[in-house]
């Protein structure tokens, strides 16, 4: 059996490894289904015999890693502890956690199917059919990436300054995450095998039940990472929401942080929305189900014919082109505008510094990120085993906590416990270590894998101990996907936002803080070369992932 | 084999010097003083600007909120990288005070600024002050519909009517003096009636600019975001008129913008002029001549000219240095509110 046929994306890698925590047990599973990065047969994968290998310094590395990650969780466990179950009780239990709750709930459950239905649709729209400029459609509808969530509620609400409230939120959320899901739905669009459909058709089938009998089922891992790593990100984001003004638990601990800086008020708004985590990422396993999607047997399948789209052209050409005036052109025109309006004036120092407080950050907390991740990106490929996926799920589960959780305990155990690292970089960078361990495991795991063991074998018959090996060969050759964790890390780093406010040094400022207390002063002119300067860094960024996900996909 | 072996260990070693360097330079440049800023980040800076040029001294902000700071500090305790506090209100002030972390102010500055902008035992000075108003939309309201106390809006005929912007510092400071003034009691049926009634907003400006959008007939702010509005654009604010409770209602509450040193700190010297200057001529002629349109308050130093008189505003007797910040919290949290 192989899995060739089933050559995944990068970006489709990163979209599963981001929610692995809850895949972890189902690893064989994933890799059986052609979701997971090996393309090699698993009989002579990478996996290496035991006792020959520097296992356990490796994994002495992973574990101080993944105790690390587990801080966070840990810190709420001991607060929920620490104040007592009345406490806990009158601080949970209240209405306005009801609300909150209620808030997340209406949020999510219309936000995802909206955005499942708008990205299948654009993907098929897109992969399948003969839709004129395909390539630019494709292009656009990634682009919306490349500007930051809470730029686009900027962007909506100086056009529509009434905008409020739950329509809004989802609204905007869908603008501004749908590509998330697009993005792996279209690249498995693009390498289904059409022989089932074929089948399908054969049977009598009409082209309609065709898709949802034989395509859409198809495309569950797909939808089900795209709609996970969504549903996240609602659950974590803050500043879109406060713009318009919809309040979720982010937002709420954010309030409660600014009126009694660390209370247990805040810190069990905090284990609630964890728990809201934790309940997603369940989920979500749930959904998934257990099903094989592989495609059995020799040979490719061949390229899929495109639909003919008739007259169905236009409306079907209308859809991608009112997407982008709302994800792209809206954004644009306004920034657009208020670069206009404030003319020279507004590019003040303050820009400069903080583009490079930004950059520099960013670069730094990738780097140190994706170094955090090797020892388990390599483990996780090379000798995978029971205690080693407990350790990934470590390393996975705290990359989908909010900012706000992460930064709260920080606070908390920096001041009390270490206290030279109060306030420094040190602790940030722990935090964007944290955050964004996920994703520098990502582009770490698929070029591992794919830098074949044999070579590894081969230096050490040469008489290399194993770990010049593991350096000379399979580091280097894991350079690129380093690079793209990296990249990746940075990406996130440079947007965001209330880890940075609560634990950066004194007198740091990053373009997201800046923006931010400029727009919170409804200083929209002031705050615009800030916004500009963020999609100017994230645009490459976003640009690697397009072209990664094209090439890996084969085109 | 080396060469291969030592780019790859140069590589890392590289980016972790970077990482370290990086760190390590950000924590050994002298910060100078360092100010936790909870007032208004732009006012701050242009004090702090000020001051560098008359003094050389140089200063750096950390920008924040009153309460967040406040207990922020209170847990650094001795440790705390603070060496002087700024705040938009008063309560945070206090609760630093309770824990005892304040160094005593020199008399010199004690006596450019009045009685009544200061606590008595002189362990932090009041620097600006701003009065609670209500802003109305002028196409919806007159004269005789706004409400004659502040109180009145939590009555039902004022449901879903106004707003105001109940997680902030500005308005907890409003709630601390209602609660002197009223009692626990009058303060809690006043917080249903908020909760009930208004519609919450993130900021006083956000709640401005959803009177002027015609989103809520009024909202309980403070004066000065009127003003700024007027003179840059007065975009979110055609449409608004301020209505100042008087009568001493608690709806005419001043709230009084603090300073504090830090008795942890190693830069008293430095701190305690910084404070001199805030409330000197020069610091308070920053705010009469600057955007900030908050009341000057030391003694004899005008206002801007465009702003209701301190005086003319007939505002409660509210003891500054007993507002009880942490009790205000407890309120609003159990309100529901945050």
């Not at chain 1, 060739?4 to 599973?29: E, H, I, M, T, Y």
């Not at chain 2, 932090?124 to 009145?152: C, N, Q």
Request: glycine fraction near 8%.
């Amino acid at each position: 059996m192989t899995t060739s046929g089933n050559r995944p994306s990068k970006a489709v890698a990163f979209l599963f490894q981001r929610v692995k925590a809850s895949a972890l047990l189902q690893d064989n599973r994933l890799l059986a289904s052609g979701n997971q990065t090996p393309v090699v047969p698993r009989a002579t994968r990478m996996v290496l015999p035991r006792g020959r290998m520097p296992h356990a310094s490796v994994i002495l590395l992973a574990t101080v890693v993944a105790i690390f990650s587990l801080v966070p969780l840990g810190f709420i466990g001991w607060v929920t502890y620490d104040v007592g179950w009345e406490t806990v009780k009158t601080l949970v239990f209240r209405p306005r956690v009801g609300e909150l709750l209620v808030n997340t709930v209406l949020l999510e459950s219309i936000t995802i199917p909206v955005s499942i239905a708008l990205a299948v649709t654009l993907a098929w729209l897109t992969e399948r059919t003969d839709i004129p400029f395909a390539r630019l459609w494709a292009w656009l509808a990634i682009a919306p990436l490349a500007v930051p969530a809470f730029v686009h509620s900027y962007a909506w609400v100086s056009l529509v300054p009434g905008m409020r409230g739950l329509q809004s939120g989802v609204f905007v959320s869908v603008i501004a995450y749908y590509p998330f899901l697009y993005l792996p739905v279209a690249a498995a669009l693009r390498r289904l095998d059409p022989a089932i459909e074929d089948a399908a058709a054969s049977l009598g089938l009409n082209p309609w039940r065709v898709f949802f009998r034989a395509v859409l089922p198809q495309l569950r891992l797909a939808i089900c990472g795209g709609s996970l790593l969504i549903a996240l990100h609602l659950l974590s984001e803050y500043g879109l929401f406060v713009m318009i003004r919809f309040d979720t638990f982010a937002t709420a601990i954010v309030d409660q942080f600014q009126s009694s800086y660390n209370s247990p008020a805040s810190n069990m708004l905090g284990g609630v929305l964890v728990a809201c985590c934790l309940f997603l990422l369940g989920f979500e396993v749930l959904v998934r189900g257990n099903e094989r999607y592989a495609r059995v047997g020799s040979g490719s399948p061949r390229p899929t014919d495109r639909r003919r789209l008739g007259w169905l052209v236009v409306p079907a050409v209308l859809l991608p082109v009112i997407l982008a005036i709302l994800t792209l052109g809206v954004p644009l025109v306004t920034l657009g505008r208020w670069l206009y309006l404030g003319g020279t004036d507004i590019w003040r120092i303050d820009v400069g510094s903080a583009f490079l407080q930004t950059i520099v950050l960013a670069i730094v907390g990738g780097v140190l990120a994706t170094i955090a991740a090797a020892p388990m990106a390599w483990l996780s490929v090379r000798a995978p085993g029971r205690f080693q996926r407990v350790l990934e799920a470590c390393h996975y589960y705290v990359g989908s906590l909010p900012g706000v959780v992460v930064a709260l305990a920080l606070v908390t155990i920096t001041v009390r416990l270490v206290l030279p690292l109060y306030q420094t970089f040190a602790t940030l960078l722990v935090a964007y270590v944290m955050l964004f361990l996920p994703r520098a495991m990502v582009g770490l795991r698929a070029s591992i894998a794919q830098a074949p063991v044999e070579l590894e074998r081969a230096a050490m018959g040469l008489g290399r101990t194993p770990g010049q090996a593991v350096r000379q060969i399979t580091m280097r050759l894991a350079a690129p996907g380093a690079a793209a964790s990296v990249a990746l890390a940075a990406l996130g780093i440079t947007n965001e936002l209330t880890a940075t406010l609560m634990l950066s040094p004194n007198g740091v400022d990053t373009l997201a803080t800046k923006f931010w207390s400029l727009t919170s002063e409804i200083d929209y002119v002031s705050a615009a070369p800030y916004a500009f300067m963020m999609v100017v860094l994230s645009l490459p960024l976003t640009l690697m992932l397009y072209t990664q996900s094209k090439r890996t996909a084969g085109q | 084999m080396n060469i291969a072996l030592n780019r790859f260990s140069l590589a890392l070693a590289a980016s972790l010097l970077f990482a370290t360097a990086l760190a390590g330079s950000a924590n050994a440049q002298d910060e100078g003083l360092v100010v936790y800023n909870a007032q208004h980040e732009s006012l701050g800076r242009e004090w702090i600007d000020a001051f560098t040029k008359e003094t050389g001294i140089k200063v750096t902000m950390r920008q924040g909120s009153d309460m967040q700071f406040a207990n922020q500090i209170i847990q650094e305790g001795d440790a705390s990288p603070a060496d002087v506090f700024l705040t938009e209100n008063s309560p945070a002030m206090t609760l630093v005070d309770g824990a005892g972390l304040f160094a005593p102010i020199e008399k010199e500055t004690l006596d450019q600024v009045p009685d009544q902008y200061r606590p008595a035992d002189g362990m932090w000075t009041g620097i600006a002050a701003r009065t609670t108003v209500f802003a109305y939309d002028k196409t919806k309201l007159t004269e005789d519909k706004l409400p004659k106390s502040m109180l009145d809006l939590a009555d039902p005929a004022w449901k879903g009517r106004w707003g105001a912007a109940p997680a902030g510092a500005d308005f907890q400071a409003i709630v601390a003096a209602l609660l002197q003034l009223k009692g626990e009691d009058a303060t809690k049926a006043w917080l249903k009636g908020l909760k009930d009634n208004a519609t919450p907003y993130k900021g006083n400006s956000v709640a401005m600019k959803a009177v002027n959008s015609g989103e809520v007939e009024g909202a309980v702010i403070y004066h000065y975001y009127w003003f700024g509005d007027q003179a840059k654009t007065g975009e979110n604010s055609k449409n608004v008129g301020l209505h100042y409770f008087k009568n001493q209602d608690p709806g005419a509450f001043v709230s009084v913008s603090g300073g504090g040193i830090l008795k942890s700190t190693q830069h008293m010297k430095e701190a305690q002029a910084f404070l001199k200057f805030l409330t000197s001529k020069a610091g308070q002629a920053v705010l009469k001549d600057g955007d900030s349109y908050e009341y000057a308050i030391g003694k004899d130093e005008p206002s801007n000219e465009k702003l209701t008189p301190l005086a003319d505003l007939n505002a409660p007797k509210v003891e500054a240095s007993t507002l009880d910040s942490k009790k205000v919290v407890e309120l609003m949290t159990a309100a529901g509110l945050i």
